[in-house]
């Protein structure tokens, strides 16, 4: 009679390798099944992981990947757009104004490479992104010098490579001679601003500017001309003027 011993060994040896299956989860990926194969017999390949491993494994990939890493205290995410400002206005100056509001990390006021003169608007990046939000707040329509300036977001980060909104800004064509235009209705495009001008200076482009992310108007926009004598018609024609039923303001950029 065969021992007990053989026999429990020569009823393991007649037994298939079994397959067990283990789902992780992660509050960053869908279910995911990893098979893991436990050998009962001696020809069977050993065990790939463990579920300990798994766990370990899917745990540091979701820590890799984590969505919430992302850096949203860049740099662009934190310079804002200053426009209308007084020409007499310097860097100096508008930091102060600023730094009581947040911490200012950089201020860079705008010169026309030609004339030298200041072209109206500048660009601030604050330290924080609660320093952006409350500049935002107390600085937007407020009055420097009698000169009411507008302040946002700048119009496309700069990280958004390869995107239609960079891709539109690309169209562009830059000039010394060129404009400010603000209090835009949401409807007016690109094109209806090129053309509103037109019928006073040759305008060379227009671009209406956008909230950073999308489509949407953020109420201003700019238009160069080929000569300072179609900027200087433009203003007087068109500040104040009504477009899509709303006055705008015009002035130098």
Do not use: W
């Not at 200076?201 to 300072?228: E, I, M, N």
């Not at 900027?231 to 006055?247: M, P, R």
């Amino acid at each position: 009679m065969a021992s007990i011993s053989s026999l429990l060994a020569s009823n393991l040896l007649q037994q298939p390798s079994k397959s067990l299956k283990i789902q992780s989860k992660s509050s960053f990926y869908q279910p995911r099944v990893v098979s893991v194969s436990i050998s009962r017999g001696f020809s069977s390949t050993p065990i790939s992981l463990s579920p300990r491993e798994t766990l370990l494994r899917v745990s540091a990939v979701a820590e890799e990947t984590d969505v919430s890493t992302q850096d949203n205290s860049s740099p662009s995410a934190r310079k804002l757009y200053v426009g209308n400002i007084p020409r007499t206005v310097n860097n100096e100056e508008l930091e102060k104004l600023f730094a009581e509001h947040g911490a200012v990390e950089k201020v860079e006021v705008m010169y026309d490479k030609y004339s030298k003169r200041s072209r109206r608007f500048a660009f601030v990046t604050m330290k924080t992104s609660e320093d952006v939000a409350a500049a935002i707040e107390k600085m937007n329509e407020s009055e420097i010098g009698g000169r009411q300036i507008k302040v946002n977001v700048t119009e496309i980060p700069l990280d958004t490579t390869d995107s239609p909104l960079q891709a539109a800004e690309s169209k562009f064509i830059d000039s010394p001679y060129k404009v400010y235009v603000g209090n835009l209705a949401k409807t007016v495009t690109s094109d209806i601003l090129s053309k509103f001008f037109s019928e006073k200076g040759q305008v060379l482009s227009a671009k209406v500017s956008t909230v950073p992310g999308t489509s949407k108007s953020s109420g201003f926009g700019f238009v160069s001309f080929s000569s300072d004598e179609d900027v200087e018609t433009a203003i007087s024609s068109f500040n104040d003027a009504l477009l899509e039923g709303q006055k705008i303001r015009v002035n130098k950029a």
